[in-house]
């Protein structure tokens, strides 16, 4: 049989049937998993899209604000709305990724980054981050480097301003991976004159500062009226504001510190440097495989990504989900990886990277399903260590 025959890494291919089976698994899983929070109530997985502008202009608020209005206009019921919207962006985000993907040479080195256990099946293996607001942030900078050849140089900056608007007021943490989108901008037009990169960056610093020194100035002088925004949501929450996100508002920066520097004593600083290493290793080995283009250094992308990595760390000093923290930098790294790939703006040093003598295909792919669908990161707040195949291991012995 062919699975059996020996090939060299530089033959393999990933069907791209079995990647269209795990998409719908995976949104299958995730429809699901959303539902029960939704019928739950859930504090943070369907209470967060319910914040909205009806007690006074508020972070996060912006998606809930339009669904609120939506729910008031057309009187269908707003969890409803809120299940279909959220649901819309999942089948839109994994269309334009498989669209990005079916361009792609999926060899053996690229097969593991795309199951990496921290790409977009994690939205899929860890049931708490079914519904998050991340799925917002996913699927436009999936279009946006979908598309991102042909939008031409001077329209880029509406292009960002657009998803900075849109993200930043959804979840303010969002705000620390712009970085991302504008230093990848700058590499790739690097051939235009200093001006004209400014001219071009400068409404996108005014806008996103605009935005930044507003979120703030609400956080800290201008809270909103909780009274008034629970009144607009209480039918379809469990309580307001005990019992939802709308909470956090209530908090002090000094509540907020208090409650992450429980999370520092289970091994937080050791544990997630460790599963970082495991899971970015095989984009990592891609990256420093690379060899320079006509026009373009790999030193030069490798060292905007590490840059750009540098400025989300002021989310992990404010939160503690760190498991989703690392998954919204993998997701820039995968899909600016892609884009260069697709672009030709490099190539691979030879043909096989990993594996120089032959071995049987199935062999490829069980180190392909085992390093990416038996083992996950936990996304928060876990108190024992966690080792690769623990859960499995027990759940057979038990």
Known sequence: MYLFNSIFEKDFNLNKFFLKFVF????????????????????????????????????????????????????????LLVYIFVMSLYIFFF??????????????LNSLII?????????????????????LLFLLITIFFYKFEKIKFENVKYWLIFIF?????????????????????????YRQTPKSIIQQMLPVLIAGLTICFSLLY?????????????????????????ETYVRV?????????????????????????IYYVLAFAPIYFA?????????????????ILIASTFFTFPVFFLGADYGRYIQWQYMFYLLIYLKVIQLKLFKFKG???????????????????????FWSVPHCCEKDFSFLFDKIFFKLIN
């Not at 269309?95 to 053996?108: G, P, R, S, V, W």
């Not at 990256?287 to 060292?303: H, S």
């Open 115 to 135: 199951f990496s256990p921290l790409s977009f099946i994690y939205l899929a293996t860890s049931k708490t981050l079914a519904g998050r607001k991340e799925i």
């Open 165 to 189: 608007l849109l993200t930043s007021l959804t979840h303010f943490g969002f705000v620390f991976y712009f970085p991302f989108l504008v230093l990848f901008f700058i590499f790739f037009y």
């Open 351 to 373: 043909g096989n990277l990993i594996i120089n003598s032959k071995i049987p295909l199935i062999l490829f792919c069980l180190i392909i399903f085992f390093y990416g669908f």
């Open 24 to 79: 719908f698994v995976s949104l299958l899983i995730i429809s699901i998993n959303f539902y029960e929070w939704l019928i739950e109530r859930s504090y943070y997985e369907y209470s967060d899209w319910l914040i909205n502008y009806q007690g006074g202009f508020t972070r996060r608020g912006l998606i809930g604000e339009f669904l609120y209005i939506l729910y008031s206009i057309t009187t269908i019921r707003l969890d």
């Open 249 to 273: 508002f209530t908090y002090s920066f000094n509540d907020i510190f208090k409650i992450i520097n429980n999370f520092y004593i289970n091994n937080y600083i050791i544990k997630y440097p």
């Open 95 to 108: 269309y334009f990724l498989f669209k990005i993907l079916d361009k792609a040479k999926l060899n053996f």
């Open 287 to 303: 990256l420093f495989n690379l060899k320079d283009g006509k026009n373009f250094k790999v030193k030069y992308l490798i060292l």
């Open 218 to 242: 609400v956080t800290i002088y201008s809270k909103p009226d909780i009274s008034l925004l629970c009144e607009s949501i209480k039918e379809f929450t469990k309580q307001c504001p005990e």
